[in-house]
C-alpha cells in the first residue's frame, strides 16, 4: 500500500479537529492556546504535504509565514493572558466575561 | 515498507499525542504531549522531503514557542492553584460540532481522491525541500510577504513587552 | 530520498531509548532503603522551607519573548546564508541583500525598544 496525499490530509484533518474541540471544550486559555498552535500545525501538514505532491515550493514558504504568525501569537497572547492573570488571579475562560473592568 | 511503516508509527504516534494534550489535567503535562505532537510532525515533514522546514518545526515550535508557554505556566503557578476538572464534557455541543468539522473534512478528503495529484517522481520532489530552494522563492518572490512578517514580528515585541512589563512578582 | 533520513530515525530511537531506559534502570537495579531524612529534598543540610514551586519573575517571560522574535529572525535569514552566492551568481545579489537588510533593520527597532524599555535589564 503505497502512502498517498490523503493520508496525510486525512491526518491533519483529525489533529485539527482535536485542536478544534481543544478550543471548545478547555477552559484554562494556556491550553486553548495550545490547541489554536495544535490546529495551525494540522494545517501546516496540509501545506507540506501538498506542496510535495505538486512539486510547488510555495506551500513550504506559506509555512514559513504560518509559523513567524504563530511565534508572534504566542508572546502576545500569553502576554494577554498574564495580563488578564493579575487582573483575576485565574486563567480559567469562564471567569472572563469582559474587555474592561 | 519502511516508508509506510513509518508514517503510521509517526501518526499514531501525533493522534495520541494530540489527545494526551486535550485531556492531561495539568497544564505542564499538556504542553509535553504538544512537544511529542510536533516532533511527530517533524517526521512527518522529513518523510514528505522537506527536510528545511522539519529542523525549522523543533527549532522554532519545540525549542522556542513551547519553552514559552511552560515558561508561563510556571510564572502563574498553575499547579498550585486549586484546581477543578478542567476539560468540560456537559458541552457535548461542542463535541457534536468538532465532529461535524471532522466528518466535513474527512468527506472532503474522501471525494477529491481522484481529484487530487499524483506524488511526482522521488527526483523533483527532493528538488522542493532545500534551503536554497526556499531562499531563492523567499527573497525573489514572496520578498514583501517577508518584510511585512518583520513589521509583525516588531509589533509583537513591542506588544509583549508593554503587556508584560508593568510592576509585578 | 527517505532512506537518506534512515540513520536520523535510528539515531533518535536510540537517543530516546537510552535515555528511557536509564530513567528506568536505576530504579529496577538500585537498592531502595528510604528513610525521612534521605527523601527530604536536598538544601544544603538545611531543613528546606516552603514549596519548591516558587513563581518565576516575569523577567523570564520577557527574555524567552525576545528570543523566540530573534530565533524566528534566524530561521528566516539563514537560507539567504546558505544561498548567498547563488544569489551573487545570478546577479541579484544587491537586490536580495537590500530585502535582508531592510528585515534586520526593523527587527533591530524592536530590540532598541526593548533596551530602552529596560526588557533586558535582569536585577
Known sequence: ?101 | MVAQLLFFLLAIVAIAAALGMLIARNPVNSALWLVLNLFCIAGLYLTLNAQFIGIIQILVYAGAIMVLFLFVIMLLNLAELPRREDIDWKRGAAFILGMGVLAQLVYIVAMSFDVLPHPPAAQEAVATGSAQVLARALFTEYALPFEVIGLLLLVATIGAVMLAKRRFV | MLTDFVPLFLMMALALGLALSLLKLHQLLGPKRPNLIKTAAYESGMDPIGTARERYSVKFYLVAMIFIVFDVEVVFLYPWAVSFRDFLAADAGLGVMMVVSFFILVLGIGLLYDIKKGGLEFE
Open chain 1, 1 to 101: 500500500m503505497e502512502i498517498t496525499l490523503n493520508w496525510y490530509l486525512s491526518l491533519s484533518a483529525v489533529l485539527f479537529v482535536i485542536g478544534v474541540l481543544g478550543v471548545l471544550m478547555r477552559r484554562n486559555a494556556i491550553v486553548i492556546l495550545m490547541s489554536v498552535e495544535l490546529m495551525l500545525n494540522a494545517v501546516n501538514l496540509t501545506l507540506v504535504a501538498l506542496s510535495q505532491a505538486m512539486g510547488d515550493v510555495a506551500g513550504q514558504i506559506l509555512v514559513f509565514f504560518v509559523m513567524a504568525v504563530a511565534a508572534a501569537e504566542a508572546a502576545i497572547g500569553l502576554a494577554i493572558i498574564i495580563a488578564l492573570f493579575r487582573k483575576k488571579v485565574t486563567v480559567d475562560v469562564n471567569e472572563f466575561h469582559l474587555f474592561k473592568y
